[in-house]
């Protein structure tokens, strides 16, 4: 039965060995063979995951459209033009308009 319960017999054949060793033996006679007797432990073996399939895209022989550079962006919007300390000025004002906002929306 120890089958069922997920054990292999052999386990149980080794423990039968040792028993009939220390059968012969007459000074262990009246002792318990607990100590001599093997204990094998119980390891949780993890099973195997089922594979991830890979859905395969459609095959386009065209490749997408290159989307526009930090600097194209720029000059779309007429930033890339603008001095340094323009820039930075530009940049702080936007800062301080979003803080604005976050506070107006804390109240």
């Given at each position: ?36 007797l093997p204990k094998f ?18 095959y386009t022989p065209f ?45």
């Open positions: 039965m120890d089958t069922m319960n997920n054990i292999h017999p052999i386990y149980n054949i080794k423990i039968l060995m040792t028993k009939r060793e220390l059968m012969k033996d007459p000074a262990l006679a009246n002792e318990s063979w607990d100590r001599f432990k119980k390891k949780n073996v993890q099973t195997k995951k089922p594979k991830k399939t890979v859905v395969k895209k459609k490749p997408p459209p290159q989307q526009p550079s930090k600097i194209d962006l720029q000059i779309e919007s007429g930033e890339y033009f603008l001095k340094e300390h323009e820039r930075k000025q530009k940049k702080h004002e936007e800062k301080e308009q979003v803080s604005n906002e976050k506070i107006a929306q804390k109240k």
